[in-house]
């Protein structure tokens, strides 16, 4: 019940959130009539359309995706006439005369009649046209159940969830209007002036359509959206779940975890799990759910819960361009080779992040390059995920020989705790001389293991959807080709410069001599990178400071800064020898038609 408090709490502050004001000329419009029949519809076609909507992004293909751009352009014609009716209402009883064998009766609501009738299904789809045009900034709370909704598959949950948002922007959006309704009353009966507020408000309409035609409300107004509620917003999602592992949480609501968050012993999980280690009385967390979701397994033919009754098993959750995942992948390795023996069986499960890592061939050579042997599950659809009710990469469950869940571990850290959870349990199914000691760290480039008390650089997205932090002079503009200029940055800014096209998930490079530049603090700097959609390609040159990094260059880098995006992975391009500070990274792209997904630090 709290979550869905949540999720209405944070609709109702998109209302202090500058990205609503392309929507907010057609509530008002609606002022001056009676609300149940006319503000009420309108919000309810709101609400209903922007859930439908937002469902269908979350967990729909492509074809989802062209759908709401066809009913977005629907939307925008029919509110762009409705603006011009409020301006001529004898244009609109001209042009709406042939839709009355509908029972369209949309010029007597959108004209200046309101005394004529209710016009509920007029003022209900004037709703669900706006509803189609939509789009609130994707701060925590909205990001949550988004994610949420992508991962878990269309439900009634998430369905409610969504829901529940909109009732909260649609409860505020209605308090305005009860509120400017009475407004305009009074304006109408001391001044006479209902005349120029109506035409006001056509202007208003108009503008409101003109400025979502032109993406300003994906654009500028997102972008300064996200120093409003943000904070706020992660506020409430704290409270509601302040029991959970600290993680380093992507805007989504899902999160890479932090590789020191699980280091802390005042985490209460983790100093259960410690105490429950060093007793040898391992809680039983639940049964080993169902395998056979996987679209895939690579190094072994399809498990079963059966199939692997009598063996202890570690499941790890990982995706091949997440960072943390890399990180604790020498660990992982080394359990498998050291225990094989003694019957622990390791399952990788890859559940993808970004669309690339659905490609089967790509998570292949993933696979083959990080000399992975033991069984990995290809979880394209989130199945396996949504058994364990995970929420992390990485995330370590430990299996008894009896099939029960007994030990989990979420992130990087924690690792000679998890070791002798294994050890634990070998013993327990009975295994005979189980190696003792600890494995050491043997990882490399960007698998090494990080400074993380150097780091003071968050994870950033470079695709809208989940962006923070971008700082490039002038507007951003959505889902098209635009010129961008790069000038000062504070900690934690990023810019472009160059001719890029700012998409939801990625930013793709339209001409060679584009830019990224990040203000950074940390000792490792990561990009994931993937090449034109042709596969070819693509030279870069990676400066720190506006020098070659020398000595400081990354495992995906020279001395001199150049490299390569020849495949979609995590590159590595500095890791810093001396002091960290505040630095200035800067990498051009000498050739067209990259795409660049999240920068991580280590």
Known sequence: MAVFLIAWLGGVLTIVSPC????????????????????????VGMALSFSAVGALAAVGGGWAVAANQYGRVAAL??????????????????????????GSRLSETAGDAQQKGSGVGASLLLGLATGLLWAPCAGPILGLILTGAALQGASAHTSLLLLAYAAGAATSLALALLVGGKVFTAMKRSLGVGEWV??????????????????????????????????IEQGLIDRVKPNQPNAQANANGTGNANANA?????????ALAMKASATGALPVEGKLPDLSGAVQWLNSPPLTAADLRGKVVLVDFWTYSCINCLRALPYVKAWADKYRASGLVVIGVH????????DIGNV?????DLKIDYPVAIDNNYAIWRGFDNQYWPAHYFIDAQGQIRHHHFGEGNYQESEQVIRDLLVQAGAKNVPGGFVSDTGTGAEAPPAMDTVQSPETYLGYQRAHGFASQGDPVADAPHRYVAGPLDLNQWALAGTWTLGAEHTDLDAAGGDIVYRFHARDLHLVLGPAADGKPVRFRVTVDGAPPGANHGADTDANGNGVVDGQRLYQLVRQQGDIVDRTFEIRFLDPGVRAYSFTFG
């Not at 609606?30 to 029949?37: D, I, K, M, N």
């Open 20 to 43: 609503i004001l392309p929507v907010l000329p057609f509530v008002f419009a609606r002022t001056g009539r009676p609300f149940v029949r006319s503000g009420l519809p309108l919000l």
């Open 198 to 231: 109506r035409r006001a408000l056509g202007v208003a309409v108009l503008a409101g359509v003109a400025a979502i035609a032109l993406h300003l409300d994906t654009g500028f107004l997102t972008r300064v959206s996200l120093a409003g509620t943000n904070q």
């Open 351 to 358: 559940a993808p992040e970004f669309a690339f890592e659905k």
């Open 77 to 102: 014609v029919l509110l762009a006439f409705f603006g011009v009716t409020l301006l001529v209402p004898g244009l609109a009883e001209r042009l709406t005369r042939p839709l009355v064998a509908f």
């Open 262 to 270: 699980n280091e802390n012993a005042d985490n209460p999980g983790n």
């Open 364 to 368: 292949k050579r993933a696979v083959s």
